[in-house]
Nanobody, 120 residues
Framework: QVQLVESGGGLVQPGGSLTLSCVAS????????MGWYRQAPGKQRELVAY???????NYADSVKGRFTISAETAKNTVYLQMNSLKIEDTGVYYC??????????????WGQGTQVTVSA
């Protein structure tokens, strides 16, 4: 049974940092595409960042220069280092994975989410 489990969320002050982790277990395949989405209260879910084959990265404009995504592909693990956090980064962060970019996030490769709250 495939399961994606996120960790590392929490409460942080503006300007602070957090690192999210996600481990995908139960997959028979190496997950070459892994990424993070987030959903803020009252807003649509958005793609924050993704990484392909452990090296090709892509970021939403709103997080460029502040967030860094990395992965240990052989371990089906992805990280999101978040620096200089802003109040608008608040939301539930979801891990997604797939064999490639086109299938990233298709069931069952979707996590339950971890809450990130940026507040003074």
């Amino acid at each position: 049974q495939v399961q994606l489990v996120e960790s590392g969320g929490g409460l942080v002050q503006p300007g602070g940092s957090l690192t999210l982790s996600c481990v995908a277990s139960g997959s028979r395949h190496t997950l070459n595409a892994m990424g993070w989405y987030r959903q803020a209260p009252g807003k649509q879910r958005e793609l924050v960042a993704y990484i392909l084959s452990g090296r090709i990265t892509n970021y939403a404009d709103s997080v460029k220069g502040r967030f860094t995504i990395s992965a240990e592909t052989a371990k089906n693990t992805v990280y999101l280092q978040m620096n200089s956090l802003k109040i608008e980064d608040t939301g539930v962060y979801y891990c997604a994975a797939g064999l490639n970019r086109q299938t990233m996030g298709q069931a069952p490769y979707w996590g339950q989410g971890t809450q990130v709250t940026v507040s003074a």
